[in-house]
């Protein structure tokens, strides 16, 4: 009697392997965003340098994390590799995570689109001294569209009686820039209006 020939697998029983290393990878990712990052982001986005979108980042790759690993357990469950009833209560309890994550994350992101970062032109031009310094050192932390938005104030306080006022002035124009296009001297700041104005950023 003739033996009957191999019969190739199946193609998802083929996606087993890539998808055990998808699935770590994902996991890994999710748990940092969630466990490490969380925080972090919150900070960032009230402070208006990361957009209020990245607060449900965590959810969105959990989210991926379980279409992923219910396909993985699905293929295991079909080639007779795994227990169905145990993968669907493994699949059933992550969904329960995701369930309780998910209104926590889309409520920092409500909150975060009623909040405004402060008005840095505001303290720019107080009159204390350390209140202008902080507000020139948190300007090159902003997003860069409200930052450039600062420059004139900057150039400004190139010449401002405080040399920390000055110095984190300068620093924040550095970083902006890339280089420091000012310089020291009584012309640094002609010379940062000059670069800005050629990069189309007005200065005055």
């Known amino acids: 009697m003739a033996s009957a020939n191999p019969q190739p697998p199946p193609r998802w029983a083929q996606i087993i392997a890539p998808a055990r ?17 969380g925080p972090s982001l919150e900070q960032a ?10 607060l449900v980042v965590a959810p969105a790759l959990l989210a991926i994390f379980i279409v992923v690993f219910a396909f993985y357990r699905y293929a295991l469950v079909r080639t007779g590799h795994y227990l169905a009833g145990k993968a669907f209560v493994q699949v059933g309890l992550m969904l329960l995570v ?26 720019l031009r107080a009159p204390d001294a350390e209140a202008r310094a902080m507000a020139a050192e948190l300007v090159r932390h902003r997003e860069r569209v409200d930052a450039l938005r600062q420059v004139p104030r900057l150039v ?10 000055r110095r984190q002035a300068r620093e924040s124009l550095t ?24 990069q189309g950023v007005p200065a005055r």
Do not use: K, N
Not at 21 to 37: G, H, P, R
């Open 156 to 165: 400004e306080l190139l010449e401002d009686p405080s040399p920390e006022v």
């Open 98 to 123: 995701l369930t309780l994550l998910l209104p926590g994350s889309l409520e920092r992101y409500r909150a975060a689109g009623t909040v405004r970062p402060v008005d840095l032109a505001r303290y």
């Open 21 to 37: 290393l998808l699935l770590y990878m994902l996991l890994a990712v999710s748990a940092l965003a969630t466990l490490l990052a």
């Open 175 to 198: 970083a902006l820039a890339g280089r420091d296009a000012g310089g020291e001297g009584p012309e640094a700041g002609a010379r940062w209006r000059e670069f800005w104005r050629v």
């Open 45 to 54: 986005v009230r402070e208006g340098r990361l957009s209020a979108a990245t």
